[in-house]
């Protein structure tokens, strides 16, 4: 079965700064990638993709995503953060079309 | 993308009774699925849910405390069934668009006293 850890449970980082939230996972076959945010008292929304093609991929509200197949990871960029960027983040992998989940990287930004 | 509403969007329930989630999606899809996310825990999946048959199951969750239906193709429920405290999470379904990304819906807010 496919896992997914995320490396920090938190980041606190300063507002404009920018902020790397790292994710590996475990799988030895093709594998999709996503990265969702929760904003508090919130569902989930889709930040960006992996599914094939370039390792190089964007999202929306600035974020982006490297796949780095030999490293077997996923990290989440954004170069200038702001306070609104303030949420939960989950990286995740999908396996015969469903989602397995890491733990979470709480966001938080100080002004 | 899909726009996917569920109902209640909170409760607060006694234990020993059940409380039945509704989830609604604006297109039809095939795949469904449901949620647990356990206070200040990440997402696990409980159950997926295709229309026309039962739905399936992860390890740890069982029919009776969590059946599902499937009526057609733009809407599920979940219920919650005989509830303990150790219930209390936000439940959330999301839907399969494409062959490849899931998306969720706001999610139901379950406290158990």
């Known amino acids: 079965a496919q896992s997914v850890t995320q490396l920090d449970s938190q980041v606190p980082v300063f507002e404009e700064a920018p902020v790397e939230l790292r994710c590996n996972y475990s799988?030895?076959?093709?594998?999709?990638l996503f990265w969702y945010v929760q904003y508090p008292n919130q569902g989930l929304q889709l930040l960006l993709k992996?599914?094939?093609?370039?390792?190089l991929v964007k999202g929306i509200n600035g974020f982006e995503a490297e796949f780095n197949k030999s490293q077997t990871s996923f990290h989440l960029r954004k170069p200038s953060v702001h306070i609104s960027d303030t949420a939960e983040y989950f990286c995740?992998?999908?396996?015969?079309?469903?989602?397995?989940f890491g733990q979470g990287t709480r966001l938080t930004i100080n002004p | 993308s899909a726009v996917i509403s569920q109902k209640p969007s909170r409760d607060i329930c006694q234990r020993g009774t059940s409380l039945t989630i509704q989830c609604q999606v604006d297109?039809?899809?095939?795949?469904m699925f449901w949620y647990r996310q356990q206070p200040g825990q990440s997402l696990t999946l409980i159950a997926t849910?295709?229309?026309?048959?039962?739905?399936?199951?992860e390890s740890g969750f069982v029919i009776d405390k969590f059946p599902i239906s499937r009526p057609n193709l733009t809407f599920s429920t979940l219920t919650v069934s005989n509830m303990s405290p150790e219930d209390s999470s936000i439940y959330l379904c999301?839907?399969?668009?494409?062959?490849?990304?899931?998306?969720f819906g706001p999610g139901t807010r379950l406290t158990v006293l």
């Open positions: 799988s030895s076959v093709s594998v999709y």
């Open positions: 995740a992998v999908s396996e015969a079309q469903k989602l397995v």
């Open positions: 992996y599914l094939s093609g370039s390792t």
């Open positions: 999301s839907v399969l668009a494409g062959a490849d990304t899931q998306y």
């Open positions: 849910a295709n229309q026309g048959s039962e739905a399936t199951y």
């Open positions: 297109s039809q899809v095939t795949m």
